[in-house]
C-alpha cells in the first residue's frame, strides 16, 4: 500500500481484509489501536481517516549509544574502608526463620499500605528498644520509618523548611554535606573542637539548624561531653527557629560502658530530631532508618509530609519488629560489638608491637570501627596515602572528610577495620611497614 | 552524701568503696563513665574532679504529653476508593519460593549495599520487560530503581533542579502536586482537555519541565493522541532546559489492546524521563518503582546523586528480578487485569441495568480501575457525595482531584472499583439508588 495523506480515508474494514486475506476481526482491532493512539479518526457512518501529524515535530530516529556502568570493585588488596560492615554474623536462619512466619500469615497488612510513618508495631518496637538500650522515653508516634538516614535526612529538610540555614560538621561524614546541599539552598561548616561541635561557629554562622553527632563524632571519634551538651542544647533554645538534628548513627557499637544519653533524652524544650539507621548494625543492604520528632512538631509533620507513603517495605518492617521484640537485635548487636573489639584489640596490639609505632600516633575514642593514625614523622597524609597505595593498601586521610574546601594536610590517616578479619588486619599492618618506614 | 560542687574532689575510689560496702571496680566503672560523659574529670595523681555544667542551662524535666495517632479505618461500609489494590491474586506462594531461594543463598550479595541505582540484574530485567512489554528500548544503565513514585520525583527534581518552573495535571493525582509542591519552588498547573495535558498551558506559564500521564490521564482516562504526542515533544525540544517526564503509572492495566506506545520510546533528543511503579500492580505495601533517565543525563545523575544509597532492600530487589525473568509478574498482571476487567464490566452493566441509568451518563476511557459518572440531572457533585455518605457509600467528586483552587462543581463522580469485588459493586450500587433517585 502506497502513503495515506493527512484526511484521506482508509480502506473499509471489509477491503482492506480482503485484500490482505486475513480476518476481519484482525483489521478492526488495528484500526481501532491507531484510532486509540490517535493515528487515524472514526467519521460514524462513513469510515476511518487519517489523522494530520505534521512530519516535523517527528524527530529522527534514534541511535543507540552504549553506556558503560562505573565499575565498583576497588583496585586495592586491603582497603581499610569505614564503609564496610562484617556480614559473616548476619543471623540468616533467624531472619528466613521470621520471613517464612511473615510470609506464611499472608493476608492484607503484608500487602496494604501502612501508615506513612511506618508499621505501628515496628514503631512500638524501636520505641521500647530506645528506652531499654538509650534510656529514651518515646512515643511510637514520635517515630517515622523510613529507607535510611538520607531519605530521612531529606524527609527533616521538607518538614523544617529548605530556605533555613543548615550546618553539618566539618569534618564530617561527607555524604551528610552531599545530601544538605542537594536539598537545602544554605548548609555551612560546623567546626568540631576536642568537645565536638563548636557553639560559636553556630552563632558566629547563624545556624539555625545543625546536624551534629554527639555520641561518637564521626571521624573524630570525639564523645561530647555533658557540659557542651546542655549549652548546645542552651543555644537551640535560645531562639525559636533553632533545631538539633542528633544522628546517632553507631551509637550500637560503642565499645566500653553505656552510650552516653542522647540528646533527645535531654531535651526539654522539643528542639531535637533524633535519627538512627539499622544499616550499621544489621546490613547495608538493608535501608531501614528511623527518626524521632518532638511531640511539638507531629501535627506539623502530618499536615506537611503526611501525605508520603512509607518507602520501607511492610514485609521488612514486620521482619525487624518481631526481630527486635524477640531480643534478637541485642544479641546480635552485642556479637558484632565483640567481633568488632576484637578486631580494634588486634590492630592496636599488632601496631603497638609494630615498628610502625615509632612513626605513629594511635588515637581511638572509645568505640567506633576505625581508627586514627597520626604521623610523627613529618609524612603528610597524601605521602602516607601514596606509599600505601603503591602496596596495594588503600588507607584514607582525615582531610578527605572536610567538604568545605578548608581540609589541610596534617599527617592524619583514619583506618577502618570493621570489614576486616585479624588476618587481613595483619598483612595490612605489613604491608603499611614496608609503605611507610 | 551532699552535693558536690563544679571543681570540688571527689572521694577516692577506695574510700567510696568501703562507704558504699561495694568492690572498687564498680566504683571505677561508675568514675570513668561519668568522666567519659563530661560530668567528672581526672588530675592524674590526684584524683577525680566535678566539672562546672551551668545549673541554669539544664531545662526543667520533662513531662509526657500522650500523642494519638489519627485513625485510618474509614466509616464508611462501601467505599469507591480508587487507591485501593486487590490482593487476593497476589501470588504469595512464588513470592515466599524466591524468597527461600535467595535467602538460603545467603552471602554478600544479599547483605552489602548495591549500586546507588539499584541491583544491576533487577535493572536488567526491567529494561527487559520494558522492551517486551512497552516497546522501549531500554540499557540497564538508565534505569534507577527507589523506593517508590514520590521518592523517585524527589531525585528527578535534585536531577533537574528544584529552582526550575515545574507542571503537573490539574486535575491529577493530588500527591503528585504535594510531592512537588514539598520539592520545589515553583509548580503550575497544566490544564487538560480531551487529547491531555494542554500544550498552550505549558507556553503561556512559562512551564520548564512537565509531569503528565500520556498513556492514561488520571482521573479523567485520557489517552494522549498521536499527535498531540509529537507535538509535546516537539514543544521540549523547542528549548534546552524542556523535560517531559512521563508517568506511566498505570500502563499495567490497559484493558483492551496494546498499550500505547510511551513518550520515551518517541524521543529522540533525550528530553523524556520515564517512570513507573509496581506499587500498583503487585501491592501497595511495596514501595518499588524505577526511573529511566535519557543517555545524555545519566553523566549529570551520577555526577550529582551518585552518592545516595539505593532506598530498596536488595532483598526485595533480588525477588523481583527474579519473579520478572521467570515470567511471573507477567503472568500475575494479566490475571489482576482480567479481575479488574470483570469488575469493570460487572459495574457498567449493573449501572445500565439500574434506574440511575437515567440521571448518570457512565464514562470511561480504556482501561484504569475507575468510572467517571456525570450527573444528567442536575445534582451537583456535593450532592451527590452527600446523599451517597448519608447511605454509607463513600464516592469522590472530580473537583477533588484539583489542587490549584480552580475546582468547579460539575456533578462529575470518580468511583474506583479495583479493591472491591462484584458482589460490593452491586451493594454500593443499590445504596446508590437509595441515595440518588
Redesign the interface.
Known sequence: MGKIGPGEKLPSKRALSAHLKISVVTVE?AY??LA????IYSVPGSGYYA????GR??????T???????E?SSSYLIDFSTN??D?TL?P?SV??KL??EI??S?G?E??????GKGV?RLRQAIGEYLRCFRGM?V????IVVG??S??LT?LVI?LLG?EKVYGVEDPGY??TH??FS??CSKVLPIEVDG?GARLSSLAAQGIQIAHITPSHHFPLGT?????????I??WA?AASDRYIIEDDYDSDFRMY??P??TLQS????SRVLYMNTFTKSL??????GYLVIP?EL?SCF?E??G??????????QLILAEFLKRGYFERHVSRMRKLYLSRRDHFIRSLSSSPLSKILEVQSA?GGTHLLLNSKNGLSERELKERAAAQGVRVYGLSEYYSFGKNKDEGRIIAGYSGMNAQEISLGISALERAWL
Chains 1, 2 share one sequence.
Open positions: 482491532t481501532s489501536l486509540s493512539e490517535g493515528y489523522e494530520n501529524i505534521p515535530i517527528i524527530g529522527p530516529k534514534k543507540r549509544t552504549i553506556i558503560k556502568e562505573p565498583q564496610r560492615a556480614t548476619f540468616f531472619w528466613a520471613s517464612r510470609l506464611s499472608g492484607d503484608l500487602l496494604n499500605t501502612c501508615s505501628y522515653d512515643q511510637p508516634e514520635q529507607a535510611g538520607e531519605y531529606g521538607q529548605r561527607v555524604k552531599q545530601v542537594a536539598n568537645s564523645i561530647m561531653p555533658a557540659a557542651r551538651r546542655h549549652e542544647l542552651a533554645y560502658g553505656k552516653v544519653p535531654m531535651d526539654s524544650y546490613a547495608p543492604s538493608m535501608r531501614i511531640p507531629i502530618e506537611k509530609l501525605f508520603y507513603a512509607c518507602t520501607v517495605p511492610v514485609f521488612e572509645n
